[in-house]
Structures are given as structure tokens and as C-alpha cells.
């Protein structure tokens, strides 16, 4: 299922991107007036989602998504109005639009879900995690080492998720309060922690020092758990194919689940509000 995922995710991008494009074409010919303007509709139609997510991968600290990619839906919505009032023909434009927002409802709401296999709940241990580098993660060895009170565990989908790196931009406010309290907080992915590069360039310099992905081991028994196999973008395949199913975790100083989020939709991982929210479970 997550190779179909993937492969129709490139398709649909790859169909938008080649609509909005083409679309071009008529729009500067000799076309009649309304009909340029019902292939204006098309351009705004076809391009708002990719050009929505193209902004939140390379500007995550200023542009937040939904689980409707509000702003990039009504662009959508809008373009596809105005096909429908100037095309009066009803020619091809009109397939078009209704072809696009069928395409960009399906990725919003079925191709970009995520399933999770049985995971431990609350109140039971989590498990130890074994990293790329052979070292094991046991989070009450931990907060031992670091006398803290608890730590967020936190999967990332990778860092060609634009809602991974916009984590990451969240993350960076979050540290203070962190420290304030005496919490920690663990970050994992299934890509080599050199990925992360570009994306920690444009966080503070406490930040790049104070947060680190941990490469898991997608071989271990525990770390399968978290990791989709042929989860990444179809893009990613000649280098890497897994990726992390997003979650996030509260764990106490003794290795035990206090709270936790399985990500149903992997454009609405927790975020750092979401964290803030918690916190409080380590004092009851």
C-alpha cells in the first residue's frame, strides 16, 4: 500500500505541475478572451498545491499547512470557478479543473494517510531503540545521564517532508521552555543524519546545537515499528526508501508512556504547541 501511495503521489504532482504548465500555452495564443480567462482558471487551479507545498518545504518557519491546505484548497475552489463561469462551451478547461480537484482531494485525504502497526500505549514501557551507529536508545539510561524529569520522543517523516522540517522550525521555540522545566526531547528519523543539513542552516545556533535526528536502525525488530519501508517519495529511491511513520511520545524518567500521538495524516504531525500542551502530565 505505501508503494501505491507513493506512486500515485508523484503522479498527481506530476499531472498538476504538467496541467499548470500547459495551460500556458492557450492562455498567451490567440484564444478568445473567455477563453483565456477559463485557462487562467486552469493555471490557478492546477498549480496552487504544488506551489503551496513547494513554499512550506523551502520557508517552513513562515507557512503552516492543515490537514485541508486551506490556502492551497481555495485556490483550487477558485480557479475552478472561474472555468466554469468563462468556459461556456464547456470544453476542455471544464475536465480539467474537475480532474485537478478530484486529484487533490484524493492526496489530501486518502494518499497522504498513515497507518500504524500495534504500538505500545500508555502506561507501558517504551521500547528501546536501536540506531544506524549500533548504539541502543533507552530513554530511562537517558534521562539518567541528563537528570531530566521526562523526554518527548518525536519521529520525523524525513527531511524531504516540508511538515518534518516545519516540526523542526516549532522545535527551535520550543527548547527553552524545555530546559525550563527539565524535559528533553529525542528526534528520529529513517534517513542519515547529514539529510538534516540544509534544513538546521536555517535555525538559530542554539537550536543546531541543542536538537540532532538520530538515524534508526530500520533493521531492528523495534525500529520496524516506526518505519514505513517504501515510504518515501518516489524521488528519494535511488538514495533512500523508508521513511518514519510521524509520531510523537511524552516519556517519563523511568522509560513510561505518559501520553502519545500516532499522526494519521502525515501533513499533521504534533507540533510544538501540541508538545506545550502535555507537558503537565509529567507533574500529575
Known sequence: MNKFKVFFTFFAFSWLLACGVGAFFPLIGNAAPSEKLAWAGVILNALALPVWIGLR?????????DI?????????????????????????PIYLVITNLFIVLL?????????????????????????????????SDFCRERELDGVFVVFLRGSFCADSRGQLAGFEHLLPELQKRNIGILLFSAQPTSSWGKTFTQLG????????????????????????????????YPWHTAAAR??????????????RELTVNYRTPARADLLRAQW???VD
Open 68 to 92: 485541508r491546505e486551506s490556502n492551497a484548497f481555495l485556490g483550487v475552489l477558485i480557479g475552478l470557478a472561474v472555468a466554469l463561469l468563462a468556459d461556456g462551451q464547456r470544453g476542455l
Open 57 to 65: 518545504y523551502l520557508y517552513p518557519q513562515k507557512f503552516h499547512g
Open 205 to 236: 545556533g542554539s537550536a543546531t546545537t541543542e536538537l540532532s535526528v538520530r538515524q534508526l536502525d530500520e533493521s531492528a525488530k523495534n525500529c520496524s515499528l516506526f518505519v514505513a519501508w517504501q515510504g518515501a517519495p518516489l524521488l528519494m
Open 246 to 259: 510521524p509520531s510523537a511520545w511524552l516519556v517519563d524518567s523511568e522509560g513510561v508512556i505518559l501520553w
Open 107 to 139: 492526496y489530501l485525504y486518502h494518499f497522504s494517510s498513515v497507518s500504524h502497526p500495534a504500538l505500545p500505549g500508555v502506561n507501558q514501557r517504551f521500547p528501546d531503540l536501536e540506531e544506524q551507529t549500533g548504539e541502543s536508545c533507552d530513554i
Open 280 to 282: 503537565f502530565r509529567l
